[in-house]
């Protein structure tokens, strides 16, 4: 059992606004950048832990003990594992100094926002949003973060297509197109508005812009 104090004691990580996401995507638009997406790989145990935190042997490992003294052995954990009273936190802290060195700053109008001169990119959890103006700096900063001494494990997702469970679908001149198939269809069927004739029972309205 965690004790707060003793081997935790932040546990806030925030998370984007969605007004930020919709903001980044126009000012891609009308500036025409590139942009680019990156998921980071098993983000929470690539944190490091700043307290020791013991746990029980997990079940199913039965090393060779004497049984009349089971408990004598405990687990150190080296990783910040998913659980973890301050997981969120010790992963939020390690991406927010790796991309306050590589010169991004944050403002404080939205803690997942970070900018610098040429980029600006959002965070949410595991999940980043790159836009840029060249292509090339993308790509140099994203080795970086690959390459660098923190040594992040991600996935280089190219063109921005999901972000939060939203569809972005790309057109000409560099437009973008949010939609949540997905969210719809899941409330349509809660609606019990799924069948074929589904149309016919109820009245759409069409909603100003």
């Known amino acids: 059992m965690q004790q707060w104090g003793e081997n935790y004691w932040e546990t806030y990580s925030p998370v984007v606004n969605m007004l930020t996401v919709r903001l980044i995507l126009a000012i891609a638009h009308i500036h025409k950048l590139e942009s680019k997406s990156i998921d980071i790989v098993l983000a929470f145990p690539q944190a490091e832990l700043d307290v020791d935190i013991w746990m029980e042997l997990p079940i199913g490992m039965c090393p060779e003990i004497d049984e009349t003294n089971k408990n004598r052995y405990v687990l150190k954990l080296k990783k910040n594992l998913y659980g973890l009273k301050q997981a969120s936190f ?5 991406l927010k100094t790796g991309l306050m060195d590589r010169g991004f700053k944050a403002p404080q109008i939205d803690p997942c926002l970070y900018y610098k001169k040429g980029m600006i990119v959002l965070t949410h ?5 790159i836009v840029g103006n060249k292509m090339r700096e993308i790509d140099n900063f994203v080795k970086s973060m690959q390459n660098g001494k923190e040594n992040f494990i991600l996935t280089d997702e190219g063109d921005i297509d999901k972000f939060l469970a939203i569809e972005i679908q790309h057109l000409d001149d560099k437009r973008f197109e949010l939609k949540q198939p997905f969210l719809i269809e899941k409330i349509c069927r809660t609606l019990g508005l799924v069948d074929n004739d589904w149309k016919a029972e109820t009245n759409s309205k069409k909603t100003p812009v």
């Open 90 to 94: 010790n992963w939020f802290d390690k």
């Open 125 to 129: 959890v595991d999940d980043c949003i």
